[in-house]
């Protein structure tokens, strides 16, 4: 693969849209530590808070949010949209991008304007089914897209002729060995070694159903020797825990290492987040999906064909109550064998190595 002197990576707004973009930056820098690396956010983005920590070069733009149904109609008409690829393009020229690599958010759309104005090559990867609004458009000036799970392009008609890569995720994860950093995983989070453990991750949003089940189940998981790492989410309100548990239960408002809570955790109970379904795949963990009832059903459809292939289990956000969780995670997390069995079928489905698997791809966009 030939040397690439400059990218422009593109994604905000959410974690699902940053965290693959930090992992596939990563990858360019352990390729070519050389490679310039410029990031296109939003002034009042999550990215704000998670790319620049990482090393990255960030550069704000405007960024507008786009009408949900995709034509052409819609770049010709807002001057704002043409302001803000105005702004991307400054970038795009003053950094001599070789290549725009996007992954959705809003502040996607004016990186994909200014590299097709500029003939630059385009590539696009998205995780969900239907893709979002940004990358849809972004797929009006770029063949070159490529997808996180093998169900997109069967599901999704415009996915249909994208390059499956899988999902770039940070090493920390996707080198994990569970059970050779579970002992140290669950010292640090101030869990016993020698008892089972859930780990519960909700994420920001929407997560209180979750977490209201979750703790109301808590005595009788506490009963039958089950330890909870609960990470409630930074947005939802105190999660309220009996204080007399005879075993662990130990509350976070979030948890920046998760891959700790990964190697502690024998199953997890979360949402179906395309970077959480990713994640839990790709390190074999079992996992109990709660998709968020979103009209679309997203989250859904990218549990369902880990859920399908063995490696978890899926509810309905409505019937997750207490006693689903006793009846259905003790005698589940009691069973070694199944947990095992869950976790190859997990990890056969799931693959770590999305970030190298998306620069070749890039590799072969830029050659073209």
């Not at 733009?61 to 690829?85: E, F, G």
């Not at 499956?164 to 010292?187: K, Q």
């Not at 159903?209 to 409630?232: D, F, P, T, W």
């Amino acid at each position: 693969m030939g040397p690439l002197r400059s990218v422009v990576l593109c994604g905000g707004g959410t974690g699902g849209h940053i965290y693959p973009l930090l992992a596939f930056a990563d990858c360019l820098r352990r390729h070519d530590p050389g490679v310039r690396i410029t990031c296109l956010g939003t002034p009042k983005g999550l990215e704000n808070e998670l790319i620049p920590p990482h090393g990255y070069d960030l550069r704000t733009i405007p960024a507008y949010q786009l009408p949900r149904s995709v034509n052409l109609n819609l770049v010709k008409t807002p001057t704002r949209m043409w302001t803000a690829a105005r702004a991307a393009g400054k970038v795009i020229d003053e950094v001599r991008a070789d290549v725009v690599v996007g992954f959705g958010g809003y502040v996607s759309v004016p990186g994909y304007l200014a590299a097709w104005r500029r003939e630059l090559p385009i590539v696009i990867h998205e995780v969900n089914v239907p893709p979002g609004v940004a990358n849809r458009l972004g797929m009006k000036f770029t063949r070159h897209v490529a997808a996180g799970f093998p169900h997109q392009p069967v599901q999704s008609e415009v996915l249909r002729d994208a390059r499956v890569v899988g999902v770039p995720l940070r090493r920390g994860i996707a080198g994990l060995d569970r059970a050779a950093h579970r002992h140290a995983a669950r010292a640090r989070l101030g869990l016993r070694p020698d008892l089972p453990v859930l780990f519960v991750a909700g994420g920001s949003q929407g997560a209180r159903s979750i977490n209201l089940a979750v703790s109301g189940a808590a005595k009788e998981l506490a009963r039958h020797g089950i330890q909870v790492l609960h990470v409630i989410g930074a947005r939802n309100e105190p999660v309220p825990v009996p204080s007399d548990l005879p075993v662990p239960y130990v509350t976070l408002p979030y948890l920046s290492e998760m891959e700790l809570g990964y190697a502690a955790a024998d199953l997890m109970l979360g949402r179906g987040g395309a970077m959480t379904c990713a994640e839990v795949a790709a390190i074999g963990l079992p996992t109990i999906y709660v998709p968020y009832p979103h009209s679309n059903q997203e989250q859904k459809r990218n549990a369902l064909p880990v859920v399908e292939a063995g490696g978890g289990l899926l509810v309905d956000d409505a019937e997750l109550t207490p006693a689903w969780l006793e009846r259905t995670v003790i005698p589940l997390i009691r069973d070694p064998q199944r947990l095992a069995a869950m976790g190859a079928a997990a990890a056969n489905y799931g693959r770590r190595d999305g970030d190298e698997a998306l620069l070749r791809f890039v590799y072969e966009a830029v050659t073209r």
